[in-house]
């Protein structure tokens, strides 16, 4: 079953800052928006006209840990944006059957209420990145000379491509199903709630984390201290 989880896994190596990463990353980061070109499709798709109630996500908080259990050990490839073979698998079947739950309208509530909850982070990610963009390129003018041009030319290229990559992502969110007012009220008193799980098991943050801690990039963080 798709979760946020493997979405900001996609979707954060495209906001990398690609010239400090050079060229395999730059290509890396196409390679995600790509994949979520095909996940929004595969999204539209399998939710369809689905809709879902204050009951679907009570639901959902209630089995989350079971959920994400059962998907860690199950059919999905890394690389695999399948959402309807999930309606095919004897163990969901299972699953859902021991909970009560109808499988292949509980699934579909599901993707469509964790999709909601992807568009709103990338959104809201798309509407901060013009400050903070602002703020980085502000900070490397201010280190022009001590960079020296090619440096302060890679790392301004690398702000750019940044920026493109984020509205792209911001883009791609915005075919992804948008909340009825009803549905977006029950998001908004259960947001907390939701967030704080999908957080507790989410590797995106983590996978981010590891290119900041990569050795190339390290070389240039005297780049960034002050005088």
Same mark, same amino acid.
């Given at each position: 079953?798709?979760? !946020? ?6 979707a954060?190596i495209?906001? !990398? /800052?690609?010239?400090? #990463? ?5 290509q ?6 790509e994949s979520?070109d095909?996940?929004? !499709?595969?999204?539209?798709? #399998?939710?369809?006209d ?7 996500v ?5 089995? %989350? ?12 490839s890394?690389d695999? #944006?399948?959402?309807v073979s999930?309606?095919n698998d004897?163990?969901?079947l299972s %699953?859902?059957a021991?909970?009560?739950l109808?499988?292949?309208? %509980? ?9 909601m909850?992807?568009?709103?982070? *990338? ?6 990145? /013009?400050? =903070? *963009? ?7 003018e ?6 020296g041009?090619? *440096?302060? =030319?890679?790392?301004? =290229?690398? *702000? ?18 948008? /909340?009825t ?5 029950i ?5 907390a ?7 507790s ?6 996978y981010?984390?590891e290119y900041?801690?990569d050795?190339e ?11």
């Open positions: 079953m798709m979760t !946020v989880r493997k979405l900001l896994n996609v954060l495209a906001l !990398v /800052p690609v010239a400090v #990463f050079a060229q395999d990353v730059e890396a980061a196409e390679e995600a928006l979520l095909q996940m929004s !499709v595969e999204v539209n798709n #399998f939710v369809g689905v809709r879902f109630d204050e009951s679907d009570k639901s959902l908080i209630e089995l %989350w840990e079971e959920y994400t259990e059962f998907e860690e050990d199950d059919y999905e890394d695999d #944006f399948d959402f999930v309606l004897d163990a969901y %699953w859902a021991s909970h009560g109808e499988a292949e309208d %509980w699934a579909r509530k599901t993707v469509r209420i964790t999709m909850l992807y568009r709103e982070q *990338m959104l809201e990610a798309a509407r901060v990145m /013009p400050e =903070q *963009m602002a703020q980085q390129m502000a900070m490397i201010g280190q022009r000379e001590q960079l041009e090619e *440096m302060y =030319q890679q790392m301004k =290229q690398g *702000m750019e491509e940044s920026a493109r990559y984020g509205n792209a992502i911001a883009e791609n969110a915005r075919s992804l199903p948008e /909340p007012a009803a549905e977006q009220a998001l908004d008193k259960y947001r709630e939701l967030m704080t799980l999908m957080e098991d989410d590797e995106g943050e983590e981010y984390d900041y801690e050795e990039y390290n070389e240039n963080d005297d780049y960034y201290e002050e005088d």
